[in-house]
Structures are given as structure tokens and as C-alpha cells.
């Protein structure tokens, strides 16, 4: 079945940086779109960036120009390069990953992982 594990969450400070990891299996991976959501405590789940099984991207304004996605297709792994970070980035963040690419950062996302916090301190 299909199965996402997220790493690389931690506390830092603000400004600091943090790359998140997401190991996939259980599917063709190149043929589904990647994305990584978060949810800080009392908000609802937002995206924060998709990439599509081309490549495309799409970004969060929030998180334009801090953030970066990359992935590696031959180990099936997503990631999140996070630099300088806001203390209004501290949430859980997730990876998803769902064959509809029309979703882009829509939540309805089938498949998650079990999330990796990130606290960013002030």
C-alpha cells in the first residue's frame, strides 16, 4: 500500500533553515503529484507547495522565495528546503501525494504521511 514517512522536522530559530524529507513507496511515484501541506494548531491545513509529475510547481505566497521542492525519482524521496524561517511557520508539516493533478494545493489530497513538526522560535 502506499506509504509516506516524512522526516527532518526540528526547532530552530528564526532565520535558520531546515530541509524536511519524505520517503514514498508503494506506487509510481513519477506518475503522482507531490505536495507538502502544514497546520499549525487551531488553523486549518494549508499548502505550501505542489510539484506535479512534469515538474511544474506551484508555491504559497507566504512561502515564495524561502522555500524550495526538489524531489529524486530514482529513491523516491520529496523535499522541502526551508530558509529563513518565521516564527509563523511553526505548524506540522505534511507530504501528500495523489494522482488527480488538478488538485494543485487543495487539501483533498488521498494519500499522507504522519507529518514532522517544525517550531520556529523568535
Known amino acids: 500500500q502506499v506509504q509516506l514517512v516524512e522526516s527532518g522536522g526540528d526547532s530552530v530559530q528564526a532565520g535558520g533553515s531546515l530541509r524536511l524529507s519524505c520517503a514514498a513507496s508503494g506506487y509510481t511515484y513519477s506518475s503522482y503529484s507531490m505536495a507538502w501541506f502544514r497546520q499549525a494548531p487551531g488553523k486549518q491545513r494549508e499548502g505550501v507547495v505542489v510539484i506535479d509529475s512534469d515538474g511544474s510547481t506551484i508555491y504559497a505566497d507566504s512561502v515564495k522565495g524561502r522555500f524550495t521542492i526538489s524531489q529524486d525519482n530514482a529513491k523516491n524521496i520529496l523535499y522541502l528546503q526551508m530558509n529563513s524561517l518565521k516564527p509563523e511557520d511553526t505548524a506540522m508539516y505534511y507530504c501528500?501525494?495523489?494522482?488527480?493533478?488538478?488538485?494543485?494545493?487543495?487539501?483533498?489530497?488521498?494519500?499522507w504521511g504522519q507529518g514532522t513538526q517544525v517550531t520556529v522560535s523568535s
Open positions: 501528500a501525494a495523489d494522482a488527480r493533478w488538478w488538485l494543485r494545493l487543495n487539501p483533498a489530497y488521498k494519500y
